[in-house]
């Protein structure tokens, strides 16, 4: 059988350099649509995701990303906020329990048992961790459909954060996207046996 999925995996890496070419709308909605249905801890969905295509943007941001050319380069720069804020909103949390169609009774445990595990929890960090799963699923996405991406996370984070204004929400991390200027390395990585193991 032809596995696509695997295909788009050996065909994404992290791409330094862009070709001067727009990603199509479409095809951009398409990979937020990857991000959107990815899945989260608790369904929180606490990503907000910021789509730069404005070039002076780019260009201001790009010192404040040690300089990586992807900033530039790409045709669309996605920066993937983290919102600690919402996931401990009281109206928010109920509306996105109530999605489930639980029982009053049903739905207070669970919004009890988030309460006691958020408590455990660095909050940020997780909040992070989710943000992470919507740009793992952007990059193969995009890959499927032969669109290259880079993901960043080297960036001064507080500058980034006050250039964009970001108020209540934190930067997780960016993914560029656009079409390949460069040539494809070949994969380097661990062998399936310094990874796995089953008992
Ligand atoms: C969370 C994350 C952040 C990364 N940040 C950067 C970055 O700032 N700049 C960069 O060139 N590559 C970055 N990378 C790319 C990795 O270096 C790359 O994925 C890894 O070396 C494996 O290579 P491949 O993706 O080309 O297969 C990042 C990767 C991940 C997963």
Redesign the pocket.
Known sequence: MEDKFLAAMQR?????RFLQKSIPQEEIEVILEYARLSPSSFGMEPWRLLVVTDQKIKEELQPL??N?K?ITTCSHLVVIKADSAVVQNREYIAKMFARRGLSPEATKAYIDRYFAFLQKQDIDCWVQKQC?IA??NMMTGAAYRGIDS??????EKEKVEEYLQLHNQSVA??VAFGYCAMER?P???LQRDEIVEFR
């Open positions: 994404r890496f992290a791409c330094k990303c040690w990586q992807q992470y740009a793992a880079c993901p960043i996370e080297g960036f991390l960016m390395p994969k380097k990585r």
